[in-house]
């Protein structure tokens, strides 16, 4: 079965870190990008991150910039999100999904995604 599964999300104070994992499995990974989408509190969905599988090209959206760090490893499937620094508005649920493509702003708001993980949950508070 073609699915991706998050795992790692929790709840943490401001400025802490946590580790996301994205794990892929019956999927042609070959000419895509893997992305990180979240969706906060009464907000849309927004692409946060995004990593080219074969060149590992990375792309983030400003407000993450220098706080998360996409990352992959092609022999597992899996891609992951290290966040710190974490805000309360980094708060929502995060989701990991493919398509075809190179990573960047345009992938990240044009793409069309599938399939999409069920999402883990990320709290920022104190």
């Known amino acids: 079965q073609a699915q991706l599964v998050e795992s790692g999300g929790g709840l943490v104070q401001p400025g802490g870190s946590l580790g996301l994992s994205c794990a892929a499995s019956g999927l042609n990974l070959d000419y895509t990008s893997i992305g990180w989408f979240r969706q906060g509190p009464g907000k849309e969905r927004e692409g946060v991150s995004c990593?080219?599988?074969?060149?590992?090209?990375?792309f983030y959206k400003n407000s993450v910039k220098g706080r998360f760090t996409i990352s992959r490893d092609n022999e597992k499937d899996t891609v992951y999100l290290q966040m710190n620094s974490l805000k309360p508005e980094d708060t929502g649920v995060y989701y990991c999904t493919k398509d075809l493509g190179w990573c960047g702003s345009s992938w990240l708001e044009l793409g069309t995604f599938e399939p999409w993980g069920q999402g883990t949950q990320v709290t920022v508070s104190s």
């Open positions: 990593i080219a599988s074969s060149t590992g090209g990375t």
